[in-house]
């Protein structure tokens, strides 16, 4: 290009930016549903609805069980995506994350600008546009976002995101009239409605949207500095930091008066508090590594090979990340009057970062955590390949621009290539994290997904064997790498009961399980894989003897007594060998008392009524289903199980239809 700026390249260039993120994302839609995908859509009947009935989408919207607030405008949107295609596809689910990808890319072209122009980084209306371009080409293209965008679950993640950003282009576009000309309470109230509607949004998309104040607060202590009606308030300013560091105070308060509202969380972790804010400290310092220097090979989408921060010195790199933190604080904020973008965008990142990144006992590492903290950054990365060119006589601004755009665009290509399907995404994955335990398994599973194809489509036998044996070596591995994962002997002991029973040296993989119960500090990911062992046990009982299954359902009832998934599982294999009510009912009605809130005991009591043609019970336990349930959560499902003559199994018994899927960490 000349070094003529008009319009008309800056419209080319959106139009290009806009084109490329369209083009390089489009293999990518037809990738797998995996992981989280399965008991939040795919096992999730209630979300499953043709639209037709009112009552329907009021159930879709309240069917998940992620967060506290059930995030129902999200699975609202899934509702939405079944309904219009008659069921769930991965293109269009992906398409639709996909194009809100794009809309953010839209948004943050708007709110840079508000950015640019309140802080006064650039002069003229040409580079306060282009800088604001680039830096939304750069989040556009970036390749770290692929494992949110084409992971259909983290829509949540997306809308919560494309809400904040609204309410914060609403809160710039107000507060810099406000910094100019002041207002009258009538405005303040309106845009404070108008934050709060947004916010609300977000927040009912997924929690982090609750953080819209708070980022608020960040832009007002790093662009607007207590600035009304033309003025420079001490008091405005002051109350802006006090704002911005109130919540840290508040989390410090619960800590020393009640710690087990945030320590209690831990008792079904790993790790304590303290390792996982030191850990933090650590990965925080990758996450920012990951976008200003994509590296795509530490990418990936398990991250259980970082080692934990269990002290300041352990490992040394601890003490070195904290410091770092305090030092480039300390150093953004004496020059914040000189480089402003640089403290707006640490603290943007951090107080992004705060919710999932901090004190709630949350998994480790997760790429989509940066989707909305980065946006920032990519502005500060703009900046610095815009502004220095845009103010030399002698260096082509479009050079630096367009050069760092072809190489996000080859990462983001290479990434996405990898994401359009999940034998090669998880090869990738397992290449890039060799020591990860997780990594292992998402091949081991994808290679058996494979096989189960191949048998369906009537491939070589040579070919099945080949991969059937492949599986079992990296389910293998997995075990040798985390010998106290649950998953691996689950689906060790299921291969080896199921096709390798004529190995020379038999493992007895149940033995393992049997021995690792009693200390295991079981997780989510163990708890799905024992789902899969009962149920495995249920349907094949060849596979062990009563006495073993039951002593196994006797350890895990005395080591977790409160337990109903407990009781669930030893009701399955109690049917699945023929039991009769006197031996289910007590269990039933044991796990009904222990937890009302639960749908699945009411569900296997109202078909052991129907079983037993005791019409005085189906409606006994259908009234205590209304009882425990005055939200009318399950209202919907409550009714679809009187349309027939008997009540089914539990709809969300499907997500564990497929062996591989269920036991996934």
Same mark, same amino acid.
């Given at each position: ?194 934050? $709060?509607? #947004?916010? *609300? @949004? %977000?927040? !009912?998309?997924?929690?982090? =949207? ?6 608020? /607060?960040? +832009? ?118 000189? $480089?402003? #973008?640089? *403290? @707006? %965008?640490? !603290?943007?990142?951090?107080? =992004? ?6 004190? /709630?006992? +949350? ?124 998953? %691996? ?177």
């Amino acid at each position: 290009m000349s070094h003529e700026k008009t319009p008309t390249q800056l419209s080319v260039f959106a139009a290009l930016v806009f084109l490329a993120g369209l083009l390089l994302y489009l293999p990518g839609l037809s990738g797998p549903l995996f992981f989280d995908d399965m008991p939040a859509l795919t096992g999730n009947t209630q979300v499953q609805i043709p639209g037709t009935v009112f009552d329907g989408w009021r159930a879709a919207a309240l069917s998940s069980d992620s967060g506290p607030l059930r995030r129902p405008l999200a699975m609202l949107s899934f509702a939405a995506n079944h309904a219009a295609e008659g069921g769930f596809t991965p293109w269009g689910l992906k398409a639709v994350n996909l194009a809100i990808h794009l809309g953010m890319a839209i948004l943050l072209f708007y709110f840079f600008q508000a950015v640019i122009r309140a802080l006064g980084l650039v002069p003229d209306a040409f580079t306060i546009r282009l800088l604001a371009l680039t830096g939304s080409a750069i989040w556009l293209l970036h390749p770290l976002n692929v494992s949110t965008v084409l992971y259909a679950v983290q829509r949540m993640a997306q809308l919560s995101a494309l809400f904040v950003l609204a309410g914060l282009l609403v809160f710039m576009w107000y507060r810099q009239r406000w910094a100019e000309r002041g207002a009258p309470a009538g405005e303040i109230i309106a845009a404070a409605l108008w934050v $709060f509607f #947004l916010a *609300l @949004l %977000a927040t !009912l998309s997924k929690e982090n =949207g609750a953080l819209l104040p708070w980022l608020a /607060i960040v +832009l007002e202590v790093c662009i607007f500095r207590g600035r009304w009606a033309g003025r420079s308030h001490t008091g405005l300013r002051m109350a802006g930091w006090v704002l911005l560091f109130a919540p840290v105070a508040l989390v410090m308060v619960i800590l020393a008066i009640s710690p087990d509202i945030l320590v209690g969380g831990y008792s079904g972790r790993e790790f304590s508090l303290e390792e996982r804010l030191l850990t933090q400290a650590r990965l925080l310092w990758r996450y920012l590594g990951w976008i200003c220097l994509p590296n795509i090979n530490d990418m990936g989408f398990q991250h259980d090979d970082i080692p934990l921060s269990t002290g300041l010195f352990s490992p040394f790199t601890t003490v070195l990340a904290l410091g770092a933190w305090l030092l480039v604080l300390v150093v953004a904020f004496l020059l914040r009057r000189r $480089f402003p #973008l640089l *403290l @707006l %965008a640490l !603290l943007f990142f951090l107080v =992004g970062q705060s919710m999932e990144s901090s004190v /709630i006992p +949350l998994e480790m590492v997760y790429e989509h955590r940066n989707y909305l903290p980065d946006v920032l950054l990519c502005l500060a990365l703009a900046a610095v390949l815009v502004i220095p060119a845009a103010r030399s006589k002698r260096l082509n601004v479009w050079y630096p621009v367009t050069g760092v755009l072809a190489v996000l665009c080859l990462l983001l290509l290479i990434r996405v290539q990898a994401w359009s399907d999940e034998l090669t995404l998880s090869r990738v994955n397992l290449a890039s994290h060799p020591e990860s335990a997780r990594s292992h398994f998402f091949y081991a599973n994808a290679l058996f997904k494979d096989y189960r194809r191949m048998e369906e489509s009537g491939a070589a036998e040579s070919e099945k064997t080949e991969t059937l044996l492949l599986s079992r070596h990296y389910f293998e591995r997995m075990y040798q790498t985390d010998n106290q994962d649950v998953a %691996a002997l689950v689906m060790l002991f299921y291969l080896d009961s199921q096709y390798f029973t004529r190995l020379p040296e038999q493992v007895d993989w149940l033995a393992k399980i049997e021995d690792l119960l009693p200390t295991r500090k079981l997780q989510r990911s163990d708890w799905n894989a024992l789902a899969l062992l009962f149920e495995l046990l249920s349907a094949n009982p060849g596979y062990a003897n009563e006495t073993r299954v039951t002593g196994l359902l006797d350890a895990l009832s005395a080591r977790y007594p409160w337990s109903v998934d407990v009781l669930r599982y030893r009701y399955e294999y109690l049917l699945a060998i023929g039991a009769g009510p006197n031996e289910l009912l007590p269990l039933l009605e044991r796990a009904q008392s222990m937890a009302p809130g639960q749908n699945w005991p009411y569900h296997a009591l109202l078909r052991e009524m129907a079983r037993g043609q005791d019409p005085a019970g189906i409606y006994e336990y259908a009234r205590l289903w209304l009882l425990f349930d005055p939200q009318r959560y399950d209202i919907h499902e409550l009714k679809s199980l009187f349309g027939g003559a008997e009540p089914a199994a539990e709809p969300l018994d499907k997500s564990r239809a497929e062996p591989p899927a269920e036991a996934s960490p």
